[in-house]
Structures are given as C-alpha cells and as structure tokens.
C-alpha cells in the first residue's frame, strides 16, 4: 500500500499541533502510524522579549528518517512537501514565490528610454 | 434565583419604573428585582447585634484604628502581630528601598558576583537575584516614563518590619544564605549498614541515597565559603581568604555564563532556520527513535497514541514555572 509522509492533528481546539508521521495512506488521520518522525506547531509565536512582531513557526523532524522514507518511496502531502523542501530534503513542487524581477530590455529600447527620463 | 416571571411590555415598565421612583428612593438599586419581585417595599436595614457590638467598638476603643498610624508603621490589633488570635506569628524582616538599591548598585554597577554579594549582605542568592531583575524593570519602566505603583509600594513597606544595609560598613546579615534545600530521595529512612573501620562521608551518604545525588558540600549556593573557612583555619590571613573566595565567586560565575553560552550555541546549531514572507521556520533535528520499542518513552519527539495527555489535569501546574 500506498506509504504517505503526513500530518496527524493532535492539541487542542483553536490550538492545533501536528505529529509528522509515516502511515499507510488509507489509514485514518490519527490512526496508530508506522512512525512519527517530527512535530509542527502552526502556531506562530514571537521570541521572548522580542517585540519587533517577527514570528517564527517550530517544527521538530528526524531528518535522516524522513530521508530513509522518502528513499524508501513514501509520498509527502503538500504539505509536508512544502515544509521537506525548506530543509533541502526535497525539489519545491510550486513555483518560486520570490518576487520576480523583468528581463533586461534590449540596448536599442533602452537608450532612448534613459535620455527621455534625464 | 428569583421567581421567572415574563416581562411586561417596554412602555408600561418604563411608567412603573417612574411610578416606582417617586415611591421610593432605593429603586435604582433593586431595579431589577422589582421587576421580578412583587414588593417594592425597601428592605429593613439588618442591624445585628455582633453588627450592633462592632459600631459601639468602632466609636470606643476601635476609634484609633480608623485610620492609619499618623506615626507611621504598623497599626495591630494585638501589640506586635497583625493576626491578633495567633500571637506567635511574627513577619520576617523585608529588605527597603535602600537596601534594594544598594544590591543592584553592587552588582550593575560596581560588577560584583552576585555570590559575593550574597555573602556579604547575608541574602539570599535567589533574592539577590530576583532584586537586580527586578530593579533593572524598575528602572526600564522609569525611563520609558511608565507610572510606578509607588505609593503602594510605601503602604507595604509601611505595614513590615524593614531591614536596611548600610554602604561601607559591615552589616548583619539577613537570612541564612547557605541552606540546602530538601532533596526527595532523602526524605525516606535509610538504614545502610557499613563498617565501622570505614570512614562514611557526606559523598558515601549522598551516594546511599541516589546514585546521581551530589553531596551536601556540592549543593550548597555557596561552596566557595566553605571553602574560605578552610583558609581561614589554615592561618590564612582575612584578607587573603577573601581575595580568594572572590576570585572563586568570580570564577563560578564565568562558568556558568560560559555553560549557559554554550547551550545557547548548541540549540542554535542544532537548528535549522528558514525564511519565508510572513513566518520563519525553525528545523530542529531530532531523534525520532529514542521513543523506545513501544513507541511509549515520555519526553521525547510527537504526542503520544493510547496515552493520555495530562496537560489539563487537574493539580498540575498550568502557567510557566520558568523565565525564558
């Protein structure tokens, strides 16, 4: 079957935290998983004594076990591709979300436009 | 509760209420019993005899403690103990506003360990500290303009018996600053047999009762004196002792700065951070296998399945037990 790189929802109400698990992909959400390999809180939080509003997000992973895994052939969610992509451990699957910057003009375009704004 | 009775129409209750207030001057205040009740007879004002007892006490014998001591200082019941049926109690002495400023004056600005300071005022280590953070808030708050509860603080003060040092001369100490507080492996009964040729030290009495547990002479706050009164036995001059049970403060100090740096630097390294438009994430590497073969070993990565989770137990302490 089907091995999935996911997230099981555990905390409270309006307090979410999520273990990292590796589970079978038809298993229930919070069903007992092969292993838990990390933990997210998505929660953000300031640092203390930090009142510039900078927030940060803490997520706990077993790097090497996420590696074996998805050497192994397990399927992150997006989710989870999203947070092993920040780590190196994975491609990003979307686009970068870096502003982008427009290509150089041509030199002919480029020059009448310099003298026309001086 | 009082008896659920619908309400009548907005217009009618409104005249009742105008009715109602030409009857009698306490309507304001039992509003809304009114509306449910069906006397609008104000109540008799209950006089008691104890009430009755306290308002002649009040005009006799009680007159003086109307208002506060115009000398100053506490005003008791009883002669030395603000609880009049417990004659025994007595407050221990607080430190004033002069001492506390003379503490953080030691440690802010004249750099001194705060075990030499503790030492030499006979306070606390804890309190030493707490008094220096607590200054330093103090004096944040009065640079950023904030309002101080001074006044409070003055009618605290006033009520407890104060202790206050002196800058330059050698003072009394307050309080036992060398105590141990109470290990609980060393609250069971032990009986350890030994021999009697065997000489049987704080270290072997601290190792009969737990393998890990330091010896009396470890845990102390201030090994460092102890440490001095060996030199001092040892015909070593005053001065010298106290040259060198500073140095050891200082030294103790450095390393636990040094100790306190290095953590910091471990969790640094061991995490990793990423930065996004709104958030940065933190990676912290982990050992997802130290939960053990049953997946149930406590303090370690994720919440647990089939366990329950005692955040909300009751009698656990909820709020933070440490500063960050």
């Not at chain 1, 990003?92 to 003298?115: F, H, V």
Request: glycine content about 4%; aromatic content about 8%.
């Amino acid at each position: 079957m089907t091995l999935k790189i996911r997230l099981a929802r555990f905390g409270r109400r309006n307090a979410p935290f999520y273990n990292i698990v590796v589970a079978h992909a038809r298993t229930a959400r919070n069903s007992k998983p092969l292993e838990v390999i990390g933990t997210y809180d998505p929660m953000p939080k300031a640092d203390p004594y930090d009142n510039s509003g900078r927030l940060h997000k803490d997520i706990q992973l077993d790097m090497l076990r996420a590696k074996y895994w998805i050497g192994v052939g397990a399927q992150p969610t997006d989710t989870m591709w999203r947070l092993l992509s920040m780590v190196g451990i994975l491609e990003p699957k979307y686009r970068n979300q870096q502003p982008r910057t427009a290509p150089e003009l041509p030199a002919d375009i480029k020059k009448p436009e310099a003298s026309s704004s001086t | 509760m009082p008896p659920r009775i619908p309400t009548k129409p907005s217009a009618s209750s409104a005249s009742a209420l105008v009715r109602s207030s030409f009857v009698s001057p306490c309507t304001s205040q039992c509003l809304p019993s009114c509306r449910a009740g069906f006397s609008t007879t104000p109540s008799r004002e209950r006089s008691t005899i104890l009430r009755r007892d306290f308002m002649m006490w009040l005009k006799t014998r009680g007159a003086k403690y109307r208002h506060p001591n115009p000398e100053g200082g506490p005003n008791y019941l009883a002669s030395n103990t603000p609880f009049p049926l417990n004659p025994q109690f007595r407050s221990d002495r607080v430190l004033d506003e002069q001492a506390r400023e003379l503490i953080w004056e030691k440690v802010m600005k004249k750099g001194e360990t705060l075990k030499a300071v503790s030492a030499e005022l006979g306070v606390d280590l804890a309190r030493v500290a707490a008094i220096v953070r607590l200054k330093e808030v103090e004096k944040d708050w009065i640079s950023k303009g904030k309002r101080l509860a001074t006044s409070y603080s003055k009618a605290i003060l006033n009520m407890l018996p104060l202790k206050t040092f002196k800058p330059g001369v050698e003072n009394r100490p307050l309080e036992a600053i060398n105590e141990i507080h109470i290990h609980t492996a060393t609250q069971k009964q032990l009986f350890w047999p030994t021999a009697e040729s065997r000489q049987f030290t704080r270290e072997d009495a601290a190792k009969a009762f737990h393998a890990k547990m330091l010896s009396a002479d470890k845990r102390v706050p201030h090994p460092e004196l102890i440490r001095m009164e060996r030199d001092l036995l040892r015909d070593m001059s005053p001065d010298e002792a106290r040259a060198r049970f500073i140095s050891a403060a200082e030294q103790s100090e450095r390393q636990a700065a040094e100790k306190q740096r290095r953590k910091a630097m471990d969790e640094e390294q061991a995490t990793k951070k990423v930065k996004t438009s709104r958030f940065e994430f933190r990676f912290k590497e982990v050992d997802s296998e130290l939960v053990g073969k049953d997946g149930r070993a406590p303090n370690v990565v994720g919440w647990k399945y089939g366990m329950p989770h005692y955040d909300r137990k009751k009698g656990l302490v909820k709020i933070p037990t440490s500063v960050p």
